[in-house]
């Protein structure tokens, strides 16, 4: 495996580490910013909207640049946000300052996915975009029970300088460690990738990977608030509690990543199905520690985890250039926006416990959007795809060699 497909990994852990840090800071940050939990929640979606809505603009701004330049270009916009996060004087200024965040870390990782695709052969691929997603799984492994650690013993201000010290650190290594390739494509090649856009089944595809993230989200947004006063778990037990919970994130990934290739709708399917138990689960025993606990890192099992299936599925329904990975990535935090939104509104209506029987709803919805692929004969879409993905961007043999 290139080396560089491990520092684009880095790179995406210091943008999910910075998504992820307010869900492990919402009582702290409400305190501080005079606002409500529910208010910090919805931090979390301006971080998604923006990502969902501006990432592919930015992806776009950058394209003509040659990938490494295209990610430090990205990396300076995302520490901006986060420098500006710190120095937060009030709600309003942190709204903005997620907003950048948000839109930089979801070019990156449009950008970060093409390129690892185009440094790697395609027999390998799956289990590259596996080394790529454990950035984000990392992020709720390390990143996310650090950085609350941080946030919980020197103020959440710190936790964001912390993040921003990271990002310099990933710009650094990226710097030194991915070959300065040329753009891959051409305008062509743009205009190719805005024409798979009408296949209608890009369209039926990409929500499936919604509903994914969406029913994990609605829970994992308010894992704090949750196993802190419905659970009965002090504040301090909490890092432990992510920790675990990033740690099975990081075993469901390399699991599904080793199965993306040749059981892609299976995967999605079983983890749906596991999903909508452990998130029902976790809503009918939220005030039993111990049953608490296991539906939590179920979830975290069967969850983000299926990114790798997902975004197979996405590239051989459309094609594996930057703009196909970044829309898709911008339906994956439309996931977040639904999930962490509705949430909210869940909470305030029905209480904390009515977050998790909304992701329950989700994955059960999602589930459903599978059953064409799962029953032969009923869709055009193979029920288990047996050939490599359609027209996958080239691998650039030269560049691997490079490295």
């Not at 059981?263 to 998130?279: H, K, M, Q, Y």
């Not at 926006?337 to 416990?353: H, M, Q």
Request: charged fraction near 10%.
């Amino acid at each position: 495996m290139p080396r560089a497909v491990y520092i684009l990994a880095l790179g995406i852990f210091a943008m999910v580490t910075s998504e992820f840090v307010v869900a492990g800071l919402m009582p702290q940050m409400a305190e501080g910013l005079h606002v409500t939990v529910p208010q910090i929640g919805y931090l979390i979606t301006a971080f998604a909207v923006a990502m969902a809505a501006g990432g592919p603009f930015l992806t776009m701004a950058v394209a003509r640049l040659p990938p490494r330049t295209a990610l430090m270009t990205l990396f300076a916009v995302f520490l901006a946000g986060n420098v500006l996060a710190a120095t937060a004087p009030g709600y309003a200024v942190m709204t903005t300052a997620r907003v950048i965040t948000g839109v930089a870390s979801q070019a990156f990782f449009g950008v970060a996915v093409s390129l690892c695709v185009q440094l790697t052969p395609p027999e390998v691929r799956g289990r590259a975009i596996a080394v790529v997603m454990n950035g984000l799984m990392l992020g709720t492994l390390l990143g996310l029970p650090l950085s609350t650690l941080v946030g919980e013993r020197f103020g959440w201000r710190a936790a964001f300088w912390v993040i921003s010290a990271l990002a310099l650190v990933a710009a650094a290594v990226t710097r030194a460690g991915v070959p300065p390739l040329q753009r891959a494509g051409s305008d062509g090649s743009l205009r190719e990738e805005l024409g798979v856009f009408r296949n209608p089944k890009l369209w039926l595809v990409l929500p499936t990977s919604t509903l994914i993230i969406g029913a994990t989200f609605s829970a994992f947004s308010y894992f704090n608030p949750i196993l802190t006063e419905v659970t009965g778990f002090s504040t301090g037990t909490v890092p432990a509690l992510l920790i675990a919970y990033g740690a099975t994130t990081v075993l469901g990934n390399t699991v599904v990543g080793r199965l993306a290739d040749r059981r892609t709708v299976p995967v999605l399917a079983v983890g749906l199905l596991l999903n909508a138990l452990f998130l029902a689960g976790f809503a009918l025993l939220a005030d039993m520690p111990a049953p608490a606990v296991v539906c939590m890192l179920g979830i975290g099992l069967v969850g983000v985890t299926m990114n790798p299936a997902m975004v197979t599925r996405v590239q051989r329904t459309g094609n594996a250039g930057p703009l196909v990975n970044t829309v898709h990535s911008s339906f994956i935090t439309l996931g977040v926006i639904l999930g962490s939104s509705l949430g909210a509104v869940a909470i305030d209506t029905w209480g904390l416990r009515a977050t998790l029987w909304l992701g329950a709803a989700m994955a059960v919805l999602g589930l459903t959007t599978l059953l064409p692929e799962l029953t032969p004969g009923r869709s055009g879409t193979p029920a288990e795809p047996t050939r490599p993905a359609r027209r996958p961007a080239p691998a650039d043999s030269a560049s691997r060699e490079r490295i």
